[in-house]
């Protein structure tokens, strides 16, 4: 199917900015897991003031359809519609046939929508029978040009395990007039927020498209971190402690693991950086932390686990870290 050209951005993040400027407003409500990353809160609320509207994450070990379903069906008028997968933080991708069901009630939502795919993660799956190919190829197949606008954001910060470089791509299923309008203002949005993304990296990232060995080099990089997403997989689910519980995860380079409510997930991350060397990224409102096993070498992750068991068992020991409500 025919799709624009990539708008070049200043990261992934940028990509989105620029959605969210084009498309957000007061009256627009943005359809979002409850497990999502806390930048589309400052882009599309705080930035452009949307409304957000949530869905839980998890049915029964998967993703959930139906919670998906009642959000769309309870938003009336025009909304935004974000879905990544692998996801952050939540390190998960639904079944196959589950991206099949999210797909089927988007081309039957009424609209109008704007469909954004967070492609940041894309490609690292570890796992058979789960959504491999971004649902932004199974839309544009079937979406009604009427009332759905879909975009895919992809960034070679993730995707070609180029940390720090970035530089994002913004592509859209529209073509011909519509897509040199929408060229146009995309471009006046992004010289009114950076301008343009930095050259060398854009210059690195063209030498490493242009390089017919970059299959190769990525599969590799997508086969080390599968033995680390193994290695904290096998080790998550041999924890000898009940304080601590570890969410699905399958993909991607997180893992999140719930905390026991009679323990502040906050002050046991404290814990973890100052008693056992041990960083994690807190999630407040679902008393979890967020593992990045892409930062740690496999041979370490049991280790990291063995010692936020430890942890969580002495603060049930000390018995002095009641659960602390946050805002």
């Known amino acids: 199917m025919p799709t624009s050209l990539p708008l070049v951005t200043h990261g992934l993040t940028q990509g989105l900015s620029l959605v969210a400027d084009l498309f957000g407003d007061p009256e627009t409500e943005v359809i979002l897991p409850d497990l999502a990353w806390e930048n589309y809160e400052l882009l599309f609320q705080m930035r452009a003031h949307c409304k957000l509207r949530h869905y839980p994450y998890f049915h029964d070990g998967g993703f959930h359809v139906r919670g998906f379903a009642e959000a769309l069906a309870a938003t009336p008028g025009k909304a935004i519609v974000i879905l990544g997968f692998p996801g952050n933080p939540s390190g998960f991708t639904p079944k196959a046939e589950q991206g099949r069901q999210i797909a089927d009630l988007i081309v039957r939502a009424p609209g109008p929508l704007v469909v954004v795919l967070d492609d940041a993660y894309a490609g690292l799956v570890y796992e058979e029978g789960l959504q491999r190919r971004s649902l932004f190829w199974d839309l544009i197949e079937r979406r009604d ?85 193994k290695a904290l997989h096998f080790a998550l689910h041999d ?37 056992y060397s041990v960083g994690t990224i807190v999630l407040p409102e679902h008393n979890a932390l967020r593992i990045a096993f892409c930062s740690v070498r496999s041979a370490d992750l049991p280790t990291l686990v063995h010692r936020m068991a430890e942890a969580a068992e002495s603060m049930r020991t000390s018995g002095d870290t009641p659960i602390q409500r946050h805002p």
């Not at 006046?188 to 299959?215: F, H, I, K, N, W």
């Open 145 to 229: 040009p009427e009332r759905h606008v879909l975009f895919k954001i992809d960034g070679a910060t993730k995707e070609l395990f180029f940390f720090p470089g970035r530089v994002g791509f913004l592509t859209s299923d529209l073509t011909g007039e519509a897509d040199k309008a929408l060229e146009s203002k995309l471009k006046c949005l992004g010289r009114g927020t950076v301008g343009s993304p930095p050259g060398p990296s854009q210059a690195l990232v063209y030498d490493a498209l242009m390089d017919g060995d970059l299959d190769v080099q990525v599969a590799e990089r997508v086969a080390d971190m599968r033995l680390r997403y």
């Open 239 to 275: 924890l000898d402690t009940d304080l601590l519980t570890p969410l699905p995860f399958n993909s991607g380079l997180f893992a999140l693991v719930q905390v026991d409510p009679s323990i502040d997930a906050d002050a046991l991350r404290k814990k973890l950086i100052a008693e």
